[in-house]
């Protein structure tokens, strides 16, 4: 049985398009079935737009069954994400998920079939990537996929028993903290991943991946990443409401023809890890300083300082 596909949609109507008609371009899109949910208005500003996703997402066709859920009230993407993705998984077993941003090769759905039929059983895989970073795979590599140590929220998929182990309100946050070992370990997926952890802890940010990583660097599993990338992030371009403006992750988008091999004893390639992580790192040198400051407790106390200058020039 195929996965089912969930895309998530909101106000943005012209990557909405894109996103359905590579999907639609997929070998197996015919004998799939897609989920679209649809996230209501924030406020009067995205009422036109959403309004006009919605209109499209009725004329899709070009999958085996097409079921939309349109929120009555704004949930955010974290919301919609956990919520949308339980309802489905919990019925089928498994998904694919993808947002409408994210362009897939034409052989999307099949990477990620066989990817979950492949690693169904084997409980160190967390979930399965169709992206891959824009870094430099070794030519010595011969492998199709790799192993990190970091989930990824751009076309991904991953089965009922993993998913149901995520523990949102992450509940042992507070030991975390006390635990300068346990954040380098996080932080092997990316030096900003214990931060992200933090904001959204103390209500900064509303992510829902960030929790999704932080469970599966609890039960110590891995996450599977194609060598060449089935999925290209078109959103990144302002329009998002969690993303920036910035080309740093663009991609080439795997041309298709190739069939990807799944091995069941891949190990840790820490050549790949690191140049994975490097990713992550601050790139800006006015940004490298800040991470330093921050990391010596500096940045805290220029902070308070300056608010203290500002509000004294206020009065």
């Known amino acids: 049985m195929l996965a089912p596909i969930v895309l998530f949609v909101y106000n943005r109507p012209t990557h909405t398009k894109k996103?359905?008609?590579?999907?639609?371009?997929?070998?197996?899109?015919?004998e799939s079935q897609l989920f679209i949910f649809s996230d209501a208005p924030k406020n009067e500003n995205s009422i036109e737009s959403v309004e006009e996703v919605r209109k499209y997402i009725k004329s899709i066709n070009g999958f085996e069954n097409i079921i939309i859920r349109e929120a009555e009230k704004n949930k955010g993407l974290a919301t919609s994400v956990i919520s949308g993705v339980t309802e489905v998984i919990?019925?089928?077993?498994?998904?694919?998920?993808?947002?409408?941003?994210?362009?897939?090769?034409?052989?999307?759905?099949?990477?990620?079939?066989?990817?979950?039929?492949?690693?169904?059983?084997?409980?160190?895989?967390?979930?399965?990537?169709?992206?891959?970073?824009?870094?430099?795979?070794?030519?010595?590599?011969?492998k199709d996929v790799y192993l990190s140590y970091r989930a990824c929220s751009w076309g991904w998929a991953t089965w009922k028993d993993r998913w149901?182990?995520?523990?949102?309100?992450?509940?042992?946050?507070d030991d975390f903290l006390k635990s300068k070992e346990q954040q380098k370990l996080f932080n092997r997926g990316g030096s900003d991943m214990t931060d992200m952890l933090k904001s959204q802890m103390e209500g900064k940010i509303d992510s829902w991946a960030i929790r999704w990583c932080y469970s599966q660097f609890k039960d110590n599993s891995y996450t599977i990443y194609p060598v060449k990338s089935k999925i290209q992030n078109i959103g990144n371009d302002g329009s998002g409401v969690h993303c920036g403006d910035t080309n740093i992750n663009y991609v080439e988008l795997d041309n298709g023809f190739s069939r990807t091999s799944f091995i069941d004893n891949?190990?840790?390639?820490?050549?790949?890890?690191?140049?994975?992580?490097?990713?992550?790192?601050?790139?800006?040198?006015k940004a490298k300083i800040g991470k330093v400051l921050k990391h010596f407790g500096v940045y805290y106390i220029i902070k308070e300082i300056y608010s203290y200058l500002r509000r004294k020039n206020e009065k």
């Open 90 to 142: 919990k019925e089928y077993g498994k998904v694919i998920v993808l947002e409408d941003d994210l362009v897939t090769s034409v052989n999307f759905l099949e990477y990620m079939n066989k990817a979950l039929c492949f690693y169904e059983n084997n409980q160190k895989i967390w979930s399965i990537s169709g992206y891959n970073l824009p870094i430099e795979i070794p030519k010595a590599y011969n």
């Open 164 to 173: 149901d182990k995520n523990d949102w309100t992450v509940s042992n946050y």
């Open 19 to 30: 996103t359905v008609e590579a999907l639609k371009q997929n070998k197996l899109a015919k």
């Open 266 to 285: 891949l190990e840790e390639k820490q050549i790949i890890l690191k140049r994975f992580k490097k990713h992550y790192e601050p790139r800006t040198f």
